[in-house]
């Protein structure tokens, strides 16, 4: 069975940081891109940052502070959040998608298996 667990959210004042793990067990992921995306109360689920399974390509949403990376194994993905602002409250979910070597997608209906998301809160 394929898993995706999130960790490392947690309360942040402004400006703070945060890093979150994403581990994946269950198969190998050396064939599939992450994706990271977030959802705020009363909003619906938004893109945020995505990797390629080669880690050559990385994608992300307009003005974020955070930087995606893998593990070398490829079964770990990591988001790197700087400068939080209370905008970036939300539960933050990792995503995978069987993709080709450099690909990764913005488009949450691409990935196949999710995680159960962490609380992120950015205090003012």
């Known amino acids: 069975q394929v898993q995706l667990v999130e960790s490392g959210g947690g309360l942040v004042q402004a400006g703070g940081s945060l890093s979150l793990s994403c581990a994946a067990s269950?198969?190998?992921?050396?064939?599939?891109?992450m994706g990271w995306f977030r959802q705020a109360p009363g909003k619906e689920r938004e893109f945020v940052a995505a990797i390629s399974w080669s880690g050559k390509s990385t994608y992300y949403a307009d003005s974020v502070r955070f930087t995606v990376s893998r593990g070398y194994a490829g079964n770990t993905a990591y988001l790197q959040m700087n400068s939080l602002k209370p905008d970036d409250t939300a539960v933050y979910y990792c995503?995978?998608?069987?993709?080709?070597?450099?690909?990764?997608?913005?488009?949450?209906?691409?990935?196949?298996?999710w995680g159960q998301g962490t609380q992120v809160t950015v205090s003012s």
């Open positions: 995503a995978a998608r069987y993709s080709d070597p450099d690909s990764a997608s913005y488009d949450r209906r691409e990935y196949d298996y």
């Open positions: 269950g198969r190998t992921f050396r064939s599939y891109a």
